[in-house]
């Protein structure tokens, strides 16, 4: 009977793994940063960089060839190992980058947690069913290098998504910035720049083999803060009126359903919809109906929706994330309760795929405390001034 070899074998790589972490000059000194409250995302990959080549070092010397039965990783030696180890990994990545949003959020003046991204499973799940597939373990020992940093880093992006949707969702405009590293490739130089949130490339948070982009974010909605006054001021807010009124859309003299100019509005709107920071919106309602051109009663949604602002399935999340972003900021008026919960309607700007606006009209349910979207549809002419 074969001696189990995972639990000395483990026990010696975290052992490590915490020794040489501890005392890596790269990760010393970007502790140092969070402690002098000068650590910014760029830092966050940069640990996150330097804890997934520890990890991959510590693992390529006590994981080869001689040291595994048959020369081979069976599947219950790699879910063993590797599954606690990068969960390890997700948990120290995590924990650093939770306390730089902490400190950017206390910058920006927001008086909220940052968020944190659950593991991701399915890129370990991968790994470990990769590796344990050949028979000859040396073949494969490369995806314990540049994939497991390539895990660490996607532990970035995905804190990163987590605090821009959540902020988001909040009235705030946070932006996400992509930078090349290095003798960087087209599709890189492609992805490089400065997004607002909800406007970034579809693939922003992607990265092929080696690569070292890095994804950087920044909390608040664009606004500056007078420090003798307390006063909120927005520097782009004259450029932005502006625009708007060459586009005929949200001009000073514009009311809509909430009585006040929606570009006055710094704030969450005194009658937004109830519990609207848990406001949730089915992707099914979206791509399934109210965009679906075959669908007997969101037919004639979708084909408005495509005709006015190019929103089809396909870029269904222009609309949604819009909802999501000016929901607070759009007064809810009340519709009833037939029993099922409370009716509201909200109504606001979206700005299509064809860079044209149309008032949308949404439609909410709120049960206890379970806030979802019902409908969607273009608003009529006039409704917007009720």
Request: charge should be positive; glycine fraction near 6%; hydrophobic fraction near 35%.
């Amino acid at each position: 009977m074969t001696d189990d070899i995972v639990p000395a074998l483990l026990e010696v790589i975290q052992t490590e793994f915490d020794e040489q972490t501890a005392k890596d000059p790269k990760l010393v000194a970007a502790v140092k940063a969070l402690q002098s409250k000068k650590a910014t995302y760029l830092d966050v990959n940069d640990f996150a960089i330097t804890v997934g080549q520890i990890l991959g070092k510590v693992l390529g010397q006590h994981i080869t060839g001689e040291s595994l039965p048959d020369g081979k990783m069976y599947f219950n030696i790699a879910q063993r190992l590797l599954d606690s180890t990068m969960k390890k990994n997700h948990e120290l990545i995590s924990s650093y980058a939770l306390d730089v949003q902490n400190g950017l959020n206390q910058q920006a003046g927001l008086h909220m947690r940052g968020q944190t991204a659950p593991v991701n499973q399915s890129r370990i799940d991968g790994i470990v069913n990769r590796v344990s597939q050949e028979d000859d373990f040396e073949k494969v020992q490369w995806l314990l290098e540049d994939p497991l940093i390539n895990f660490s880093q996607s532990v970035v992006d995905d804190t990163i998504k987590a605090n821009a949707e959540f902020q988001a969702k909040a009235g705030l405009h946070p932006k996400i910035t992509r930078r090349v590293a290095g003798h960087a490739c087209d599709w890189c130089k492609a992805l490089a720049g400065t997004y607002d949130y909800q406007d970034e490339p579809h693939d922003i948070y992607r990265r092929h083999e080696r690569c070292r982009c890095t994804v950087d974010y920044k909390p608040g909605d664009g606004r500056q803060q007078n420090v003798w006054s307390k006063a909120w001021k927005d520097p782009q807010k004259d450029a932005k009126i502006n625009v708007r009124k060459k586009i005929g859309l949200l001009t000073d003299n514009y009311t809509g359903p909430s009585g006040v100019s929606a570009l006055k509005r710094g704030r969450v709107h005194p009658q937004a919809l109830p519990n609207w920071q848990n406001a949730t919106i089915s992707k099914s309602k979206l791509v399934n109906y109210a965009l679906d051109i075959n669908h007997n009663v969101g037919g004639p949604k979708a084909k408005e929706f495509r005709d006015r602002l190019g929103i089809t399935t396909s870029n269904y999340r222009i609309l949604l994330n819009q909802i999501y972003q000016k929901l607070p900021y759009y007064k809810a008026i009340f519709k009833g309760n037939e029993g099922y919960g409370k009716k509201y309607f909200v109504i606001m700007p979206i700005k299509g795929a064809n860079k044209e606006y149309a008032n949308v009209l949404t439609a909410w349910i709120e049960d206890k405390n379970e806030v979802r979207l019902t409908t969607v549809r273009i608003a009529k002419e006039g409704e917007s001034k009720k």
